[in-house]
């Protein structure tokens, strides 16, 4: 490969909660116990060196000695425009962008436009634990839908389960996590259009989340939820961001899609009332270098290494962890693996579990937070020999201990 995605990062003491945050005074992740170094597999960052055009376009700015007020770059907004027509096959005119500090805050934005506090709003489960936080803080109430499994463990929407939600509590918004985070769903056309056909049925706004939308195994392809017909287009509000894409959340900056000319001035304006969110002139230039020739060719290796570390996960799972199982994801560098059959055969609660891998450095996220009860979270965004080596250690320490 012409990137670099094999070496090991040291990130402790460089501003990465990912390890600085294990074994914090306070905190819910506690230190490994001797002999054991910490593998961050829990916070959905990455364990790889940026494509070198972010790092070269900040430096050129940094060089500039004065950092005042400024005006967003031509540079910018192209660039997002070529990088969603090369990408999504998306045809996007400035004015349709807005900025957003982050994809949540974009979120509660919309949210703000279309809802009264304590309205319903649909969201599938399991669920992201930032769209919990986000809605409950903004006073509204959440409504899930489950997701289920089909026969080859396929996470589906049950398409009857979300009318009779709509209905039975009067939503009219709704969020769409496209690909789909916890469980890694790369949603196929006709499912956007049957989700959108109800939304349109009912009335109901659409707030799509596609941060994720970058990440995608070898195989699948991402469906741009604004794509499936002109009602769909006009009735959504699109985030994205390069900050999952390019590990890039530390410099803060997301943006929205949004071709509805009433939706996109009600949510520039809501967004503005707070004088918060505002761009970072480092941010911009970030995103400039990461959405370059150079950042494409690196997204592509990205999914090629993501691809090699979930099929080596899954398949080690598959063979060695008995009583746990894993729907393979399709997009996203997160895995959900269910623990509940392996929890039942060995009398151990999930607390145990979690303490199990956290004891010899595998710092995995409880599940329990996205509504799977005897799920995992993990992150396969590292080099795979950490990765192998954290399967040698759960396989020795806690699932065949």
Known sequence: MKYDFTSILDRKGKDAIAVDLVGAPGAPYPAPREGFDVIPMWVADMNFPVVPTIQEAMIGRAKLPTFGYFMPRQEYTQAIIDWQRDHNGAEVAPENIGYENGVLGGVATALSVLCSKGDNVLVHSPTYVGFTGTLTNNGYHIIHSALVQDEQGIWRMDFEDMEKKIVENKIHAAIFCSPHNPTGRVWERWEIEKAMELYKKHDVWVISDEIWSDIILEGYKHIPTQSVSEDAKMRTAAMYAPSK?????????????????????????????????????????????????????????????????????????EKHFDGVTVSRPQGTYMLFIDCGQWLKKHGKTMDELMKAGWDVGVVWQDGRAFHGQTHIRLNLALPLSRVQEAFDRLDKYVFNA
Do not use: Q
């Open 245 to 317: 894409t390019f590990n890039l959340a530390g410099l803060v900056g997301s943006y929205h899609i949004i071709y509805n000319k009433w939706l996109n001035e009600r949510c520039l304006k809501e967004s503005s009332l707070g004088h918060y969110n505002s761009m970072n002139v480092m941010s911009m230039y970030a995103l400039i270098g990461a959405f370059s020739p150079a950042g494409n060719e690196w997204v592509k290796e990205l999914n090629e290494t993501i691809t090699g570390n979930v099929n080596f996960a899954c398949d080690y799972i």
